[in-house]
């Protein structure tokens, strides 16, 4: 399959823990699409094992609000209340896209609705859990976050899920393969 045409941005939102980045990893192992990720850039604190310029470009709070004020950003949000920005570059995006790439962001909805004011052809969808106790299951089980970040996470999460509807596509990370599975349907039928 060569579906090169017409590259897309694909954005994906859903609660911290819901599985985005397990599901993204198989999407793009398993669709035979050019996916690129966008990298996002965030003031947060590297997790054990992330990588700069891998996972996030990870940038002081002047920095950041330096690119913020040059306009580097296309959006960016503080995503978990106060303290901790996150932001979509502005060149990356274009970039991967110019390069032929459909272009994957990972960010939250307030970012996707940014997105979508400016990008209106952009596929957005939405990572849903089954029920909110698989959630904070999923969030404990990767043992990544203080209890108070979980806390935060999963009032983001409540608040999130209220906001499903608005997305175009909406995907139950349960059984993972069907979710894969529907996922790679939904971009084959923006080719
Ligand atoms: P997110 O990127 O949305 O924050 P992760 O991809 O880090 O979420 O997943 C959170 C946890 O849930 C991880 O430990 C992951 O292995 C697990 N997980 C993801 N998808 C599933 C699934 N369909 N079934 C069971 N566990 C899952
Ligand atoms: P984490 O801290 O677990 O890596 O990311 C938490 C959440 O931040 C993700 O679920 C994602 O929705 C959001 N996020 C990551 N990057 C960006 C970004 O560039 N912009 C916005 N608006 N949200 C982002």
Known sequence: MEPKMQPKLLVVSGPSGVGKGTLLRRVFAESGFPLMMSVSATTRKPRLGEINGVHYQFLSAEEFETKRKAGEFLECFEVFGKGTWYG????????????????????????????????????????????????????????????????????????????????????????????????????????
């Open 88 to 191: 979509t570059l502005r060149r990356t995006v274009e970039e991967g896209l110019v390069a032929g790439n459909w272009v994957v962001l990972e960010i939250d909805i307030k970012g996707a609705r940014t997105v979508k004011e400016q990008f209106p052809d952009a596929v957005l969808l939405f990572i849903e859990p089954k029920n909110i106790d698989v959630l904070k299951e999923r969030l404990l089980g990767r043992g990544t976050e203080t209890e108070e970040a979980m806390r935060r996470r999963l009032a983001t999460a409540l608040e999130e899920l209220e906001h499903a509807h608005e997305f175009e596509h909406r995907i139950v990370n349960d059984d993972l393969d069907i979710a894969v599975r529907q996922f790679i349907d939904i971009i084959k039928s923006k080719v």
